[in-house]
C-alpha cells in the first residue's frame, strides 16, 4: 500500500523529505524501463501506430457520415438540417467527451 512519502511509479526515483521536489520521478538511468528512451523501436512505432488509427478513426467517422447526409435523410425522411444536428451532436460529443470524463 502506497503512501503520500512513496513515489506511485516505480523507478530510480530520489526521496528525501525536506527535499521540495521530492514527488518528481528521474528516469535519467538509461536501463530504467519506465524510460522512453530505452523502449525497443518496435515498442515506440506500435505506440505510434495505435494513436495515428485512432485519430484516424475519430476524424474518419465523422467525416463518412457526413458525406452520407443527403442519403441517409433520405432514407430516415428528414431534413438535411436535422442530419446536420446530428453530425454537429457527433463533433461537440468528441469534444467535450474527455472534458468530461
Known amino acids: 500500500?502506497?503512501?503520500e512519502n512513496q513515489p506511485l511509479l516505480n523507478g530510480n526515483a530520489t526521496h528525501k523529505d525536506d527535499d521540495p521536489n521530492s514527488n518528481i520521478l528521474d528516469?535519467?538511468?538509461p536501463t530504467n524501463p519506465l524510460n522512453p528512451k530505452s523502449m525497443s523501436p518496435l515498442h515506440k512505432w506500435s505506440c505510434v501506430?495505435?494513436?495515428?488509427?485512432?485519430?484516424?478513426?475519430?476524424?474518419?467517422?465523422?467525416?463518412?457520415?457526413?458525406?452520407?447526409?443527403?442519403?441517409?435523410a433520405s432514407e430516415f425522411h428528414v431534413s438535411?438540417?436535422?442530419?446536420?444536428?446530428?453530425?454537429?451532436?457527433?463533433?461537440?460529443?468528441?469534444?467535450?467527451?474527455?472534458?468530461?470524463?
Open 1 to 3: 500500500m502506497a503512501d
Open 27 to 29: 528516469l535519467s538511468s
Open 49 to 72: 501506430t495505435i494513436l495515428g488509427l485512432m485519430t484516424f478513426a475519430a476524424t474518419f467517422s465523422s467525416s463518412v457520415f457526413n458525406a452520407a447526409i443527403p442519403i441517409t
Open 80 to 101: 438535411l438540417s436535422t442530419m446536420a444536428l446530428a453530425t454537429s451532436l457527433f463533433v461537440f460529443g468528441f469534444a467535450a467527451g474527455p472534458i468530461l470524463m
